[in-house]
């Protein structure tokens, strides 16, 4: 009985983790219409900002904060500097994405060494906590908190306010926002911002369950691609969803046959692809 | 017209035949045949890219998948050669043929992020199923093959065989792209939806595409393993398959002679850097925008539209 309240735990967690990943990845891809294939490397270089940040006894919170916003003006200056150059050429786009994928992560590698570098969870939350005579891990509670505060701001930034409303307006019709007023590539690099600040900020949150090693780059953006075409590309319910769905499948896979974890991944997107190629909440986007 | 291709075609066989006899050292020859085995590959994943406008993120799949089963049947199995390179082909084609469906589901970019999905489960697959694959450590096969009463040991042997199917790759493919379904693949790409109705299948003609392009990796991949003796998940990794799809895009998409370029041009630059710095991602991250933002047409096009355009 443990085991399944606890692994359920982790999966929930897991899950918090994958939304703060790939809601910024669906978001990016919803609007400027390329799948960011350095989303990953974000990740990464967040969880190793963090460590070191933490090593300099800075605190969790602020470190995960900081890691954040230098990984967002990182997102910033990628979509300024090369994206916008290419405007039109959405291969070329993908490409050159993938090619800072590659160049962050042997930067990553020159820099930090080659061994995984845990990232100590903050002291408060490590004792676990016990609810109903079930011990549960402390931390992985926070991540679950953080991740669902995390969604709420998002989706009341979105629905909510004046920007918000711009950014869906550009990922339902690009065109038809540009010529209502709406300066959409002001929107593409605060969209960039945002989405790779999540995706930093989410490396150091999951630090302390993940740790920060060479290839965690590429063990999360297999993760965040299958939660958005499970969830359907730009919508925010879909990646919270996706997120659930693909954190429980990983977490529970992992646990029981560690051999197949990565054949269950792929199940859902099989079942989405079949039954409903946009994904679960996903539109065709204009 | 005619001449001129027959003339291209005698150059091709006659370097082919010329570079063992110049370069004598095994090391560099290995280096070639190696570039040779790559413009399969390259010469594979350009039926996609280049004649079918699909972009692929997950090629490394039909060189992968191949590879493992050669290097997996020759060892663990205890199969003969000539058995597990023909289920190995099978099994790379029949991936392609699954792999397919999956992937047509969508066009453009969602094709490209679904192939990249299923190649990173493969590579999760090879990477973590430790009793089948041996993880990380790879597959060791004990020596290239003898096939037929040839010995294929050697660097000279070994390098006929693969100059020999990238000979045949580079026919069957200019005879492909010649074809009335070469035009049709064509016309899918360029104009898809005046090709539906005209009453093309363009599923079905995107399909066939997908699994050519997976038959050629395969042959790509069986090549590959015997070249090293050795498999390991690198050969399926997201890397791997970016290689590939950056050969094609330097050399140019669409032509014949352009993944092959790309892939002697990549291999060189792989091989004199390894030998220097081990800095070959940042550097392959780097040609990537280079070529993007500099030559996005590739070096092939670029070149006959110079010289078109002085002959004009």
Same mark, same amino acid.
């Given at each position: ?286 | ?33 190696? !570039? ?126 693969? !100059? ?98 790309? !892939? ?40 006959? !539209? ?7």
């Amino acid at each position: 009985m443990q085991f399944w309240i606890v692994q359920s735990l982790n999966s929930l967690a897991m899950g918090g983790l994958l939304f703060l990943l790939s809601a910024g990845f669906s978001l990016i891809f919803g609007l400027l219409r390329i799948p960011n294939l350095a989303h990953g490397a974000l990740f990464m270089l967040g969880a190793y900002l963090g460590a070191t940040l933490l090593g300099l006894q800075v605190n969790f919170w602020l470190a995960a904060l900081l890691a954040g916003v230098g990984v967002g003006l990182l997102g910033v200056v990628l979509e300024a500097g090369l994206l916008r150059r290419l405007a039109g050429n959405e291969q070329g786009q993908v490409l050159v994405t993938l090619g800072v994928a590659f160049i962050i992560a042997d930067l990553c590698l020159m820099t930090w060494g080659g061994d995984p570098m845990p990232l100590p969870a903050p002291r408060a939350l490590r004792p676990p906590v016990f609810i109903a005579g079930f011990a549960f891990p402390g931390y992985r509670l926070a991540v679950l908190g953080v991740a669902l505060v995390g969604a709420l701001l998002l989706w009341l930034l979105l629905e909510r306010t004046r920007l918000g409303a711009m950014i869906r307006a550009g990922v339902d019709d690009r065109l038809m926002a540009r010529s209502v007023g709406i300066r959409v590539s002001l929107l593409f690099s605060a969209v960039f911002f945002l989405g790779a600040a999540l995706a930093g900020f989410g490396g150091v949150i999951g630090g302390p369950i993940l740790s920060a090693y060479p290839g965690l780059d590429a063990d999360m953006l297999p993760l965040a691609l299958v939660v958005v075409i499970l969830g359907g590309v730009g919508s925010l319910p879909g990646a919270l969803v996706g997120s659930f769905i693909i954190g429980a499948i990983y977490n529970f896979g992992s646990a029981l046959f560690p051999d197949f974890a990565y054949v269950l991944l792929f199940l859902p997107m099989v079942i989405v692809l079949v039954v409903k190629p946009t994904g679960l909440f996903g539109r065709v986007l204009r | 017209m005619t001449g001129r291709v027959w003339l291209g075609w005698a150059l091709v066989i006659l370097a082919l035949v010329a570079i063992p006899v110049v370069i004598s050292s095994s090391f560099y020859l290995g280096i070639v045949t190696h !570039a040779l085995i790559l413009a399969i590959l390259a010469l594979s994943l350009n039926v996609l890219i280049g004649h079918a406008g699909m972009t692929s993120l997950g090629h490394a799949v039909y060189l992968g998948i191949p590879a493992y089963a050669v290097a997996w049947l020759s060892t663990q199995a205890g199969w003969g050669p000539i058995q597990s390179i023909i289920v190995a082909m099978v099994l790379g084609t029949a991936t392609s043929a699954f792999f397919g469906i999956l992937a047509l589901r969508a066009s453009g970019l969602g094709f490209l992020m679904i192939t990249l999905a299923l190649g990173q489960v493969m590579w999760g697959i090879a990477y973590r199923w430790v009793d089948l694959t041996g993880g990380d450590n790879g597959i060791r096969l004990d020596h290239r093959p003898v096939l037929l009463g040839f010995d294929f040991t050697g660097a000279v042997p070994f390098y006929g065989l693969v !100059a020999t199917a990238l000979v045949v790759a580079l026919f069957c493919l200019w005879q492909l792209d010649r074809s009335p379904y070469g035009a049709c693949l064509r016309g899918t790409r360029d104009q898809p939806r005046r090709m539906r109705m005209l009453g093309h299948d363009v599923w079905r003609i995107r399909y066939l595409a997908f699994i050519t392009s997976g038959f050629w990796g395969s042959v790509a991949g069986v090549l590959y393993c015997y070249d090293y003796t050795y498999v390991s998940p690198q050969a399926l990794s997201l890397p791997q398959s970016a290689e590939a799809l950056l050969m094609v895009v330097l050399g140019g998409a669409g032509t014949l002679a352009g993944p092959v370029l790309g !892939a002697i041009i990549i291999t060189v630059i792989k091989t004199v850097v390894s030998s220097y710095v081990d800095r070959w991602y940042s550097l392959l991250g780097l040609t990537f925008i280079v070529v993007v933002m500099l030559m996005p047409r590739g070096i092939v096009p670029g070149v006959r !539209a110079w010289v078109g355009g002085r002959r004009a």
